[in-house]
């Protein structure tokens, strides 16, 4: 299906127009065909338009590594950067409707322990009378090339608005949608230094049930700071070549969650190095080394208790041996509390749910607000 088959099917969704057809797509899908409503403007985002991406030399408008990376990191890692986890978009408008469309890399819109909408969705905050952010609307796809109508029947006036990327999949094309007879304004991308997260699929946001509740999104509202998400699911292992990378970026704060992809032998090998690279260009720069969340059911496993044990004496050896060697701005998180204690936080043991990710970035935040 090109663009203009794509324009041709679903525009008009977002409208007040009646249905008037069903019918299959090029894919083979069943798609809404509806007549054509020309009180919508539409409004292409561009990478120009975005927070949460670390560099502009990009293969693809949203990447979150530079094309360069392609041939330095491994396949998997890559693989992983495609997906647009963390990036956002801020706007203002007086409209009475939001739509949008977006395109997504992938037909994969779910997985069989989280959503599509957190996989594949997009989330729409909206700030109130006290500049608050506050969960307004969810995309819920249910093909590759999606239009909807996030939210109709707003309240007069004009206010901020975010919208959070997808999570698990990546983005060809976004435009966002109101009423043509309305104001609208993308908000340049903010220039304070960012909090530079470099973690596992729990980084990455599984398995939270929407964009916005993954740990990064949660944190950039509570401590109203952007956020760039360098989570890599399955692949975040303190690798010297995403080390330099991440080193590129001019943070405010470095968050290094990488425990749940390692043992500590890994560990062990790969903490300190990690850390000395970053500190090579950046002397001063607070680096949070974090420990692995406990997995909920690693009290009757006993495996996964000497996991956590392993890995993290290895990171407080590193941490000690670093602040002994005369590293400041150095700052640990213990890890056994990290999802609360009553075994409720997450999906398969592992990944946070998002009362895991809300339990989580309580304990972050403290670490956090002193330092920004």
């Known amino acids: 299906m090109n663009r203009r088959d794509f324009v041709k099917v679903v525009t008009g969704v977002c409208g007040s127009a009646a249905i008037t057809a069903i019918a299959p797509s090029a894919h083979g899908q069943t798609v809404t065909k509806s007549e054509e409503d020309n009180n919508i403007k539409w409004y292409k985002v561009s990478a120009e338009n975005v927070e ?60 069989v322990h989280m959503p599509a909408t957190g996989v594949s969705g997009v989330d729409l905050y909206a700030q109130d009378e006290k500049k608050r952010w506050r969960w307004l609307a969810t995309g819920r796809p249910k093909q590759a090339e999606m239009e909807q109508k996030l939210v109709s029947g707003l309240d007069p006036g004009s206010r901020g608005y975010m919208l959070y990327f997808p999570l698990y999949n990546g983005v060809k094309e976004m435009e966002i949608g109101v009423d043509a007879k309305s104001d609208f304004k993308f908000l340049a991308p903010r220039k304070d230094k960012p909090i530079v997260f470099y973690g596992t699929s729990i980084m990455n946001g599984g398995c939270a049930s929407r964009p916005g509740m993954c740990l990064t ?46 043992n500590g032998e890994m560990v062990a090998e790969r903490a300190e ?62 890890g056994e509390h990290l999802l609360g204690d009553d075994g409720e936080a997450t999906v398969d043991g592992s990944h946070p749910t998002d009362l895991g990710f809300m339990r989580q970035a309580e304990v972050m935040e403290k670490v956090l607000r002193p330092l920004i």
């Open 217 to 262: 999104g949660i944190l950039g509202r509570r401590l109203d700071k952007p956020t760039i998400n360098l989570g890599f699911s399955g692949n975040g292992r303190m690798e010297a070549e995403v080390a330099e990378l991440v080193a590129e970026l001019d943070a405010k704060v470095y968050v290094i969650d990488c425990l749940p992809n390692m």
């Open 52 to 111: 949460g991406m670390g560099w502009k030399d990009t293969e693809s408008e949203f990447d979150r590594l530079p094309s360069r990376a392609k041939n330095v990191v491994r396949e998997p890692v890559w693989n992983m950067s495609l997906r647009s986890a963390g990036i956002s978009l801020r706007f203002v408008s007086n409209s009475d409707k939001i739509c949008c469309r977006w395109k997504l890399l992938s037909r994969s819109l779910e997985m």
């Open 273 to 334: 190095p990690l850390v000395r690279i970053l500190r090579k260009t950046h002397k001063e720069t607070p680096i949070v080394l974090v420990e692995d969340r406990t997995y909920c059911n690693a009290y009757l496993i006993a495996s996964k208790r000497e996991r956590h044990r392993l890995s993290r004496a290895a990171l407080r050896k590193a941490y000690e041996n670093l602040t002994a060697s005369g590293v400041k701005n150095l700052y640990y998180v213990y």
